[in-house]
């Protein structure tokens, strides 16, 4: 079954967000068909989760959004950004000026490839919110 659907990249900084897409959210309905997908500390690099009605676990692009929106209940694709241990493990980063650099860095080869191995069960993912089976 084919569905239209809109992309959305805004050209504003993440933290403002939910200004850009306030534009595109006129009713209640529109927001539980929206996708926001966006990186995630709390996930290790390689990884993804879809939630819906979520708060935004401290990403403030998604505090931006939900604010904009008056609410959470909206889904997310959250992609995992944070480095491993050599065990596999998430390596968490911790202090604001650690984690402000490594998410203003740019991802290495390994990096990049580790998301682009995601793209097939994310589009999956995209497909079962717009069919209704999630």
Do not use: C, W
């Amino acid at each position: 079954m084919e569905k239209d659907i809109t992309l959305i990249f805004p050209e504003t900084f993440m933290n403002e967000s939910g200004r850009a897409l306030k534009n595109f959210i006129a009713r209640a309905a529109d927001k539980k068909r929206l996708i926001v997908i966006h990186d995630d500390l709390d996930l290790p690099i390689g990884s993804f989760k879809i939630s819906f009605d979520r708060g935004p676990g401290g990403h403030k692009g998604v505090l931006g959004i939900a604010r904009a929106l008056r609410g959470n209940d909206f889904y997310r694709i959250r992609i995992g950004t944070s480095p491993r241990t050599v065990s596999g493990k998430l390596k968490k980063i911790s202090g604001a000026a650690s984690v402000k650099k490594f998410v203003l860095s740019r991802f290495g080869k390994k990096e990049i490839e580790a998301v682009q191995s995601l793209f097939p069960e994310i589009l999956k993912g995209i497909g079962d919110i717009l069919d209704g089976r999630r």
